[in-house]
T-cell receptor, first 114, second 112 residues
Framework: EAGVAQSPRYKIIEKRQSVAFWCNPI?????LYWYQQILGQGPKLLIQ????????DSQLPKDRFSAERLKGVDSTLKIQPAKLEDSAVYLC????????????FGQGTRLTVV | TQLLEQSPQFLSIQEGENLTVYCNSS?????LQWYRQEPGEGPVLLVT?????EVKKLKRLTFQFGDARKDSSLHITAAQPGDTGLYLC????????????FGSGTQLTVLP
């Protein structure tokens, strides 16, 4: 079974530029999460989808971050404009049901904003 | 937002020693998961505990869920260098919008 795919693996941008991350979850998984992980810390939930609907985006900085999950499969997370404090690893995870089961993670995208 | 605090934040021990990592919250969780993360990779699930007071063993790792389902611990016996990594607890909320909330993490280094 293929795992969660994310791209790119690494991205370096200047502040105020825009960037987009892509995630392809495990086939059939209804729930998709985007997490932000600062080095050495636990992942912080940014947004949670069930199919193509948003379940929770309370911690998403909506003035600069946006995410969509078209057709309930792939998802993209965008930052525009980026700030220095956005430097982090962005992890995508999927789960077969809404909560209550294992979350399968991709390798993440390491973003550096300079 | 439900908070999960882990302690200690950093732990460096010699091979063969035992250790315990704690995960505490003021919130009740329907279940609690423990993950291990290696550099450059996403977290990987180790175990899920569901019932208050539950104890699960995975080889040298013992996981316990508190009676009130607010806290958990991970005990490693005779640690090995391969156990090195970031250990994360994650609580599954029982509300209408169930979500996985992660703790702050414990960075474990086992020295040979």
């Amino acid at each position: 079974e293929a795992g969660v795919a994310q791209s790119p693996r690494y991205k370096i941008i200047e502040k105020r530029q825009s960037v987009a991350f892509w995630c392809n979850p495990i086939s059939g998984h209804a729930t998709l999460y985007w997490y932000q992980q600062i080095l050495g810390q636990g992942p912080k939930l940014l947004i949670q989808f069930q199919n193509n609907g948003v379940v929770d985006d309370s911690q998403l900085p909506k003035d600069r971050f946006s995410a969509e999950r078209l057709k309930g499969v792939d998802s993209t997370l965008k930052i525009q404009p980026a700030k220095l404090e956005d430097s982090a690893v962005y992890l995508c995870a999927s789960s077969p049901i809404t909560g209550g089961s294992e979350a399968f993670f991709g390798q993440g995208t390491r973003l550096t904003v300079v | 937002t439900q908070l999960l605090e882990q302690s200690p934040q950093f732990l460096s021990i010699q091979e063969g020693e035992n250790l315990t990592v704690y995960c505490n919250s003021s919130s009740v969780f329907s279940s609690l998961q423990w993950y291990r993360q290696e550099p450059g990779e996403g977290p990987v699930l180790l175990v899920t505990v569901v019932t208050g007071g539950e104890v699960k063993k995975l080889k040298r790792l013992t996981f316990q869920f508190g009676d009130a389902r607010k806290d958990s611990s991970l005990h490693i016996t005779a640690a090995q260098p391969g156990d090195t990594g970031l250990y994360l607890c994650a609580g599954d909320s029982s509300g209408s919008a169930r979500q996985l909330t992660f703790g702050s993490g414990t960075q474990l280094t086992v020295l040979p």
